[in-house]
């Protein structure tokens, strides 16, 4: 019988070494926090409500948008205002 080579054995595929002592463990992504639409800023102030000034005086609050008032004062006109810089007149 003639030679017959035979098949090439297999090569050996290393696997890789797994450090001894800690376990190793899977970490889950960390949750993402759910996007809200952000809290609109609500003011203490009503339409209508008499208000005070320091420069301006008194006057009333005739529209609202978020923090700005517009406020009609009596003797100076009608002007945009955070309502941070007034207060809540008495006599109202």
Sequence with gaps: MPDVASPPAPKAVAKPIKPKGRATARVKPKAQPAVTAPISYVSP???GDH?????FGEG??????DAKLTIDFASRGTKQIIDHYVKRSKEG
């Design 60 to 65: 009333t609050v005739t529209e609202i948008d």
């Design 51 to 55: 208000i005070s000034h320091p420069q």
């Design 45 to 47: 102030f009503s339409i």
